[in-house]
Antibody
Framework: EVQLLESGGGLVHPGGSLRLSCAASGFTSIRYAMSWVRQAPGKGLEWVSTISTGDDTTYHAESVKGRFTISRDKIENALYLHMNSLIADDTAVYYC???????????????WGQGTMVTVS | EIVLTQSPATLSLSPGERATLSCRASQTVDIYLAWYQQKPGQAPRLLVYDASNRATGIPARFSGSGSGTAFTLTISSLEPEDFAVYFCQQRTNWPLTFGGGTKVEI
């Protein structure tokens, strides 16, 4: 079964750091563009970051640029989000998501993890 | 940044009725718009991609239409499990953006 499983969320003080992980199973994640999407409590969805296939080019929302870094581990079949200089507005459930169509950077997200909660307080 | 505006914010309907959800873009997104369904405590689920293509396993009662700046998600006959929040998302330009959502309630 194709699945994504996030971990690493928790409570962190403003200015702190956290690393989120997303374990992929049932497929080879390096063959897909992968992304992080977040959702603040009671709010809508916000795209955060995307990493391409091949050369692992990364894209980040302006709100997190310079503070967050997306990366992946080919051996572990995992995706990561390194978050630094956290602020209250980063409080959200963070989802990892797979591009519907392999290397397509911006294709719709067809597989989502269950999410991991990050609270900055 | 492309802003997506969804309407109405809330749609109150009964099972068996037809639901029509709207998503308007601040500039053209061609056909590159997707729709997701989200239930409380769950991750979003892809329903429709590129305006009118149903995702794998999505029932035929869900259909998407539109192009340019105006899009519609139609649920032909609401089933009890369809009461949820629906989001649209564009992939034409960075940053990828989502609409604010439409809640379909009983």
């Amino acid at each position: 079964e194709v699945q994504l499983l996030e971990s690493g969320g928790g409570l962190v003080h403003p200015g702190g750091s956290l690393r989120l992980s997303c374990a992929a199973s049932g497929f080879t994640s390096i063959r897909y563009a992968m992304s992080w999407v977040r959702q603040a409590p009671g709010k809508g969805l916000e795209w955060v970051s995307t990493i391409s296939t091949g050369d692992d080019t990364t894209y980040h929302a302006e709100s997190v640029k310079g503070r967050f870094t997306i990366s992946r581990d080919k051996i572990e079949n995992a995706l990561y989000l390194h978050m630094n200089s956290l602020i209250a507005d980063d409080t959200a459930v963070y989802y990892c998501a797979r591009s519907r169509s392999g290397s397509c950077l911006t294709c719709a997200f067809d597989i989502w993890g269950q999410g991991t909660m990050v609270t900055v307080s | 940044e492309i802003v997506l505006t969804q309407s109405p914010a809330t749609l109150s309907l009964s099972p068996g009725e037809r639901a029509t959800l709207s998503c308007r873009a601040s500039q053209t997104v061609d056909i590159y718009l997707a729709w997701y369904q989200q239930k409380p405590g769950q991750a979003p689920r892809l329903l429709v991609y590129d305006a009118s293509n149903r995702a794998t396993g999505i029932p035929a009662r869900f259909s998407g239409s539109g192009s340019g700046t105006a899009f519609t998600l139609t649920i032909s006959s609401l089933e009890p499990e369809d009461f949820a929040v629906y989001f649209c998302q564009q992939r034409t330009n960075w940053p990828l953006t989502f609409g604010g959502g439409t809640k379909v309630e009983i």
